[in-house]
C-alpha cells in the first residue's frame, strides 16, 4: 500500500508533458501544473496561432500569460523527492509513449518485455517471474510484446483461438471447430504453423536463389558497364589516333604535292625565262644589224652603197622557232583535277565505311538483347525476306522461283564472269545483308545441304576450305544430311543433335551475336545455338550437294 500511495503521489506531482517530477513547476490559470520549460516549448509552438492552451483541459488564453515558479509546489516536489521510494532499476523502466506497457503493474507501468499468448498478458521483468519459477506456468508461450492479444479471443465464444481450419483457411477456438466448422479438415493452430514455417523456408530458400541469381545479374551487368566503358574508351582513343595518322597523312601527302609544284613551277618559270632571256638577246643582236642596214639604205653615193653592201654579215640561224607554240592555259589544273578526283574517291570510301562503323556502334547490345523467341509465332514476327544472288552462284547450280530456290544441276550454266561468282564450290549467297534480328526458313528437297550464313568478304575463288562455307572464322553452316546434323565452323565439324526435318528454320540476332538453328516441323526444337562476336553484316547462304535442292520459302 505504502508503494501504491508513493507511485499515486509521484503520479500526482509529474508534468503532464514530460512525465517526470516537476521541474520549476508553475500553475496555469485553469488550475494545472506543469514544469516551466514544458509549458514554454508547448505555447512557443502555438505562437502563431495567436492563442495559448492548457495541454490538458484545452482552456484557451488571449494573450499568452506569464509564468511565474509555485514556491509550495517546487517544495512539496522536492519532499516527494526525498520520500518516494528509489526509482525502478535500468533494466525496469517505465513505459513511455509508443512502449507495451505491462497489464500487471498498478499506478505507473512498467515497460512490458514478453506477452503470453495463453494467458493474453503482458508482463514487464518482474510480474514475468512466476512464467520462469512455475512448472505450470513454463508451458505457456511466450512471445515478444504483443498489442494485438485480443485478437487472440474468439469473438463468437470468447476462447483461445488455437485451432486452424484448412477448409475455410482461417483460425478458430474449439467450440468454433465443433459447430460451424464442424467436419471440416481441422489442426492445430501450432501444427499448422509448423507445415507453413516449412513452406515459408522453402520460399525462403528460394527467395535467396533468386537473389543470389539476380547479384550474380548484377555483379555481371557491372562488369559489361566496366567492360563498356573500357571498351569505348580505348576505341575512342583508337579512333582519334587511326583519324590523326589519315589526317597526318593526307597532310603529308598536301605537303608532297605543294612541294612537287612549286618544284616544277620553278624549274618551268627558270626554263621560260632562259628562253626569254635568248631572245631578247637575239632582238638586241637583230635591231644592231638593223640600225646598220638603215644606215646603208640612206647612202646617196651609189658607190659606197655598192661597195659596203657585200660586208653585211648573213643573218645567223635563229636557235628557236619562228613562232612560240603556247598550250592552252591549263598548267597545273590537271593536278588540281586529279587532287579533287582523289578527294570524291576518299569521299565515297568514307561514306561506304561509315555505314558499316555506324552499324557496328548501334549494335553494342549484346547483354541486354531481347530473348529468343519462345515459339514458332514468336519466330514468325522476325520473318525476312530472302532472295539469292544469281551474281554469287556457282555454274552448276540453277535458281528458280523468283531466285528463291537453287537446284544442282550435272551440266555447267553459261553464266557470265563476275568476281562474286563461286569458282569451284556450289554454293550462293543471298542478296539481303542481314543485321538486327532476322528468321528465315530453308525448305531442302533432297538429302545434302548445307543451311549458312557468311561475311561477304568470303574467299570465291578455288576449292580451298577458306572457299566452302564452315571452312574459315568468316562463315558458320550447319551440314544437313539424311540422317543427322553438324555444325561447320573454322573446319571443325561438331556433331549436334536434333529431330531431322526437312525444313530448317534460322533465327540471327546479330546485335547479340546470337545464331540458331532450328528443326521446323509440326514444332520447333533446336538443334544448335552459336553465341559469337559478329563484325559485319551477314549474308545467307546455301550449299547445294549433287543430285540436291533448296529454297528460301515464306514461313506462315
Known amino acids: 500500500m505504502e508503494e501504491q500511495a508513493v507511485q499515486l503521489d509521484r503520479e500526482t506531482f509529474s508534468c503532464p508533458i514530460c512525465l517526470d517530477l516537476l521541474k520549476d513547476p508553475v500553475t496555469t490559470a485553469c488550475g494545472h501544473s506543469y514544469c516551466m520549460k514544458c509549458i514554454k516549448s508547448h505555447w512557443d509552438e502555438e505562437d502563431q496561432k495567436g492563442i495559448h492552451s492548457c495541454p490538458q483541459c484545452r482552456d484557451t488564453f488571449t494573450p499568452k500569460p506569464a509564468l511565474k515558479k509555485n514556491t ?17 532499476p535500468a533494466d525496469h523502466p517505465y513505459a513511455g509513449p509508443g512502449d507495451m506497457a505491462c497489464d500487471v503493474c498498478t499506478g505507473r507501468k512498467l515497460k512490458a518485455v514478453r506477452s503470453c499468448l495463453f494467458c493474453l498478458v503482458s508482463y514487464c521483468e518482474k510480474h514475468l517471474q512466476p512464467h520462469y519459477d512455475s512448472a505450470p506456468l513454463k508451458k505457456h508461450k511466450l512471445v515478444e510484446p504483443n498489442k494485438n492479444l485480443q485478437e487472440n479471443i474468439c469473438s463468437k465464444h470468447g476462447k483461445v483461438i488455437d485451432i486452424f481450419c484448412r477448409t475455410d483457411q482461417k483460425c478458430i477456438c474449439y467450440l468454433c471447430s465443433v459447430d460451424e466448422h464442424k467436419g471440416h479438415d481441422t489442426v492445430s493452430a501450432a501444427a499448422e504453423t509448423t507445415n507453413k514455417q516449412r513452406e515459408l523456408e522453402e520460399r525462403r530458400g528460394n527467395i535467396h536463389q533468386r537473389i543470389q541469381e539476380r547479384e550474380k545479374d548484377v555483379k555481371l551487368l557491372h562488369q559489361e558497364v566496366e567492360a563498356i566503358n573500357h571498351s569505348a574508351y580505348k576505341t575512342v582513343e583508337d579512333s582519334e589516333e587511326i583519324f590523326t595518322q589519315l589526317i597526318r597523312l593526307l597532310q603529308e601527302r598536301s605537303s608532297d604535292v605543294k612541294q612537287q609544284i612549286r618544284s616544277q613551277q620553278e624549274t618551268e618559270v627558270s626554263r621560260v625565262k632562259d628562253v626569254e632571256e635568248k631572245l631578247q638577246q637575239e632582238i638586241t643582236e637583230l635591231k644592231r644589224k638593223d640600225a646598220e642596214l638603215e644606215q646603208l639604205s640612206h647612202t646617196e653615193d651609189h658607190n659606197q652603197f655598192l661597195l659596203n653592201y657585200p660586208s653585211l654579215p648573213a643573218l645567223s640561224e635563229s636557235t628557236h622557232s ?85 537446284t544442282r544441276m550435272k551440266k555447267h550454266n553459261s553464266y557470265p564472269g563476275h568476281p562474286d561468282r563461286f569458282t569451284d564450290r556450289s554454293q550462293v549467297l543471298s542478296r539481303e545483308s542481314l543485321t538486327g534480328r532476322c528468321y528465315w526458313e530453308v525448305e531442302k528437297s533432297s538429302s545434302w545441304v548445307y543451311v549458312a550464313v557468311a561475311y561477304k568478304d568470303i574467299n570465291r575463288e578455288g576449292e580451298g576450305d577458306e572457299c566452302l562455307f564452315g571452312g574459315d572464322e568468316k562463315s558458320w553452316a550447319l551440314d544437313c544430311q539424311e540422317k543427322s546434323y553438324k555444325l561447320v565452323h573454322r573446319r571443325i565439324r561438331t556433331a549436334v543433335s536434333g529431330p531431322v526435318s526437312s525444313r530448317v528454320g534460322v533465327y540471327l540476332d546479330h546485335g547479340a551475336g546470337l545464331l540458331s538453328f532450328y528443326s521446323v516441323s509440326e514444332t520447333m526444337t533446336l538443334i544448335h545455338r552459336v553465341q559469337t562476336r559478329f563484325t559485319e553484316p551477314l549474308l545467307a547462304g546455301l550449299w547445294v550437294g549433287p543430285g540436291s535442292a533448296a529454297e528460301f520459302c515464306k514461313p506462315k
Open 322 to 406: 619562228s613562232s612560240i607554240n603556247i598550250r592552252p592555259l591549263r598548267h597545273f589544273e590537271d593536278v588540281a583535277a586529279a587532287v579533287s578526283e582523289l578527294r570524291d574517291k576518299l569521299q565515297d570510301i568514307l561514306r561506304d565505311s561509315w555505314t558499316n562503323i555506324s552499324l557496328m556502334v548501334t549494335e553494342v547490345d549484346v547483354l541486354l538483347s531481347e530473348p529468343e523467341p519462345k515459339n514458332r509465332a514468336g519466330f514468325l514476327k522476325y520473318s525476312c525476306d530472302i532472295t539469292l544472288d544469281p551474281n554469287t552462284a556457282h555454274t552448276v547450280l540453277a535458281l528458280s522461283e523468283g531466285d528463291r530456290k537453287v
Open 72 to 88: 509550495m509546489l517546487a517544495a512539496l516536489v522536492e519532499q516527494m523527492k526525498k520520500t518516494e521510494l528509489p526509482a525502478a
